[in-house]
């Protein structure tokens, strides 16, 4: 059992620290006040939208952006001050990885290595031969899945303290995402090692993360311990004697829908009970059940 | 084990999944007493779920008394856990010397039956009546 790396946010400094962080392009405004930490030796989903912010966040913990407002501590460091300290702990993985297509992949990977003191060629070697690469061939005739197997390769073999992959599995084939499953579940498995995963796919967000963060326009809607989420969240079905000219008024509700007689809420339960709710609206109970990760989504997606 | 495919979108807590798979092969004696399950990295990875979810359900087969956790070598399927298909064969010889004597009554097959049915539902209500109490 994995006792020992449980993570322990109360005694540990956290991997990723994010204090009131604001950015805007133009008039458009890409992050809000955002404040999150990130807990060493877990999975942190982060979910929303294109163009809810998830990607500008990451390349704020890359120290490609410097923070406009608010501050930015990766492994305590501050990424635009300290780029070396900070990126070499951390292997990236993005939807689209730039890769130089005239380079062949053993030029590429030897290319990578140099920026890496841990570069682990052994490892390197297995996971080229696992996902079925020539070493010979050139990087401008592979497949996108096979540019993502080598873009994975290149982020993992220098076992990286933080594993960051921004939409990794966008526009994919099953087997491939399976390969970028199975690359964040044994980097887990290693004791005390972090991942960050941004994805819009919810089901793969759901099976591997222990957190959740979900960015809305720039807003930071949820954050929290994924079962905590799935806990708090309830998705209530009511019926009523006679239909209903306006959508009911529930404590703890995020969204209402429904028309006439029948109405679903999805509401926060610390704030709402469904039998006292449907007693005082004078409604029976159709079904009170745990919303879905979808359902929350939607939920808070909704202004 | 390997055609198990764990799935999000059931409703059912990941875990819960698992757990039940678990049960259900133990009680079929797919997993035998006394077997070592996978460890919790080889079943995360297997499974592609987080390796806490597995730990989860391991220690609600734990609190179930279905498996034991032994510390350093792993988790083992406990040696008083019979399968289903054990304690049905144990469950045979039983119910034949009794149907035997029954049949030594003269008692027809719907009888034998009736008589069955009865006994249990009475088991029931009594079940039902400590529990209201208690």
């Known amino acids: 059992m994995r006792e020992s790396s449980t993570p322990n946010a109360a005694s540990e400094e956290p991997v990723v620290a994010v204090t009131n962080l604001s950015r805007r392009f133009g008039s458009k405004i890409a992050l809000n006040d955002v404040t999150l930490a990130v807990a060493r030796g877990g999975v942190f989903g982060l979910v929303g939208e294109n163009g809810a912010g998830k990607s500008t966040l990451i390349k704020h913990l890359l120290g490609l952006w410097r923070a406009e407002a608010g501050s930015v501590k990766v492994f305590g460091l501050d990424p635009v001050l300290d780029p070396p300290a900070v990126l070499g702990r951390i292997g990236y993985l993005s939807e689209q990885p730039d890769l130089p297509g005239w380079m062949r992949i053993d030029e590429l990977l030897r290319y990578t290595q140099a920026f890496y003191p841990r570069w682990d060629a052994t490892y390197a070697e297995q996971l080229l031969g696992q996902f079925g690469l020539d070493a010979g061939a050139r990087v401008s005739t592979l497949s996108k899945g096979q540019r993502a197997r080598l873009g994975l390769i290149a982020a993992e073999a220098h076992r990286p303290d933080l594993l960051i992959l921004d939409e990794p599995s966008s526009g994919l084939d099953p087997i491939v995402r399976r390969d970028i499953l199975e690359a964040i579940i044994r980097t887990v498995t290693d004791e005390g090692r972090t991942v960050i995963f941004s994805s819009h796919l919810l089901d793969e967000v759901e099976r591997v993360s222990d957190h959740l963060a979900m960015l809305h326009k720039g807003t930071l809607k949820l954050c929290a311990p994924l079962d905590e989420i799935k806990a708090r969240h309830r998705r209530v079905s009511l019926r009523f004697e006679v239909p209903q000219q306006q959508p009911p008024e529930v404590a703890g509700a995020i969204r209402v829908d429904g028309a006439g007689r029948e109405w679903t809420v999805i509401s926060d339960a610390r704030r709402s009970y469904a039998p006292a709710v449907a007693q005082h609206l004078g409604a029976v109970i159709i079904e009170d059940a745990e919303a879905s990760l979808d359902e929350i989504f939607v939920a808070h997606s909704g202004n | ?134």
């Open chain 2, 1 to 134: 084990m390997t055609t198990l495919r764990l799935n999000p979108l059931l409703g059912t807590p990941l875990y819960l999944q698992l757990v039940e798979h678990l049960k259900h092969s133990i009680a079929t004696g797919a997993i035998r007493a006394g077997e070592q399950l996978p460890s919790v990295r080889k079943m995360a990875e297997d499974l592609l779920i987080n390796p806490n979810t597995v730990v989860r359900a391991y220690r609600d087969l734990e609190s179930d008394g279905m498996v034991e956790l032994r510390h350093g070598s792993g988790v083992f399927v406990r040696e008083s856990v019979s399968s289903r298909t054990d304690l049905m064969k144990k469950a045979e010889p039983i119910i034949r010397s009794a149907v035997d004597r029954l049949e030594s009554l003269d008692l027809e097959e719907d009888d034998i039956r009736r008589l069955m049915e009865n006994e249990l539902a009475q088991r029931r209500t009594a079940r039902q009546t400590r529990k209201r109490r208690a």
